[in-house]
């Protein structure tokens, strides 16, 4: 049986059969792959813990007629860490999502975005940089890889540079930012409910919090690393009133990516008043 290896990011787990477990993983070689782990239900087996999600495996596996199969694991990197906080696991499991929706689209740039994985997983386990924020860059890095950029900086609808005073909504339809006058000239096209689908009220700091996150998800992963390092001397702000605007800013990338998978995610669902 022909065998090759591939180093992967598991993203997702089910169960085959009685004591077998396909894995979903981010392989940095071909990106989005599956493959069953022979016996990874059975206690005490080697595979069990090597296959939990978010370890990072190095595998030896077999070609099958319908799926590979593991026929060798080593982990090379698990995040302990993030296993011991149910804000960062819940965050972490949400990148896991992100990429078994949106994964299939980069095969073609599997290594890029696997690194920006890793060093996504590894700051959410390491770093004391506020989590949600972590996710919104992460989230900006994703709309990035798969070409769909939201527009910022000019309104979607008479690409006028926006301000804090005539900036009013975000549109998941148009893909961007509207101004105040085209929020109130769309509403009249389309009825209330449409429109109250499509879009979702901005405020300044919402939108300097998504202006942040857009400018650090391009960074390379040394500096972003670096930037991370840094703020561990500053004092987080953990007050629910300074996390707002970040969540109300991840939210509405959340709701964007959500629009263009057409379907709901539910990592952050088990923690809905904090995320
Ligand atoms: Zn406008």
Redesign the pocket.
Known sequence: MPTFSLTGINVGTFNLGEADRIVTFFSRERGLHRAVAKGARRPGTKLAGKSEALNINRMLLAKGKNLDIITQCETIESFQRLRQDLERLAFSLYLAELTQIFGQDLTEDSQEYFDKLSLFLGLLAESDKNPGLLALEFEFVLLDMIGINPELDY?V????PLTDR?LKAFNYELGGL??E??FLRLRKLQNDSDNNRASVYVTPLVWKYLILARGASKLEVGEALKQAQESHSLKPDQSVQANQPIIAARRLMQGYLEYKAGKKFRSLEMLPDLL
């Not at 609808?157 to 006028?160: E, F, I, L």
């Open positions: 309104c609808g008479c690409r006028a005539s509207v101004c006058t085209c």
